[in-house]
Structures are given as C-alpha cells and as structure tokens.
C-alpha cells in the first residue's frame, strides 16, 4: 500500500493537545495505526499529553526542535527519531525560526 503525503490536503489542528500555534498534518488512519506527516511552524507545540493506549514513534525529517519525555528535554535534529511508548508523556516543540517535519506513527497495539 502507497500512502502519498504529497496528494493530501494539509489539516491545521490550533493548539493542539494544548500546544501553542498550530500544528500542520497529513494522515492516514485505519484500525491499527495512525501515519502522519507533520509540520509546526516555529514557535509551534504539540501539547504535553500522555499515550495511555497507544505509542508514538517521530522521525525528524527537515529542521530541529526539541522534545520532552516523561520530564527529560532532548533536542531534535534532522534524521533523529524519538519514541514514547504507552503510559508515557511528550512533547514536540519547535522553538527555532524554520518549519519543524516530521514523520509520525501511532501504533495502538
């Protein structure tokens, strides 16, 4: 299955799971994942939020910015990639002056 980012509309999500800004996404979801390519402007977050029944995978692919995992800040750059898994808690911040993107996938089971 092809999944092309490139043809999707582009969603804007404000302040989203309290971040500040907005948050810029394209995604695909089905019953067991859902694959996004994401963008935040700077001065743009994802709002700190917990993946009770879920994990979380991001993967850096142009810009910087920084996470922060269950109280520990790590910073981003291109082709890192970051992990939350279930009962945990991040954030995605983008506190430089390009757009942050990245490639993001929820995994529920």
């Known amino acids: 299955m092809k999944i092309d ?3 999707m509309e582009e969603e804007i ?3 989203f799971k309290g971040g500040e800004k907005e948050y810029r996404v394209k995604d695909y979801t089905d ?3 859902k694959i996004m390519r994401g963008r935040l402007i700077p001065g743009a977050s994802i709002g700190l939020h917990t993946h ?3 994990s979380e995978i991001i993967y850096i692919i142009k810009g910087s910015g920084k996470t922060i995992c269950d109280g520990v800040e790590l910073r981003l750059n291109e082709g890192d990639c970051t992990y939350c898994k279930k009962g945990h808690n991040h954030t995605l911040i983008n506190d430089t002056n390009e757009d942050l993107i990245f ?3 929820v995994c529920t089971q």
Do not use: C
Request: cysteine-free; aromatic content about 14%.
């Open 103 to 105: 490639f993001a996938v």
């Open 52 to 54: 009770e029944t879920n």
């Open 31 to 33: 019953d067991l994942n």
């Open 13 to 15: 999500k404000p302040n």
């Open 5 to 7: 980012f490139n043809k």
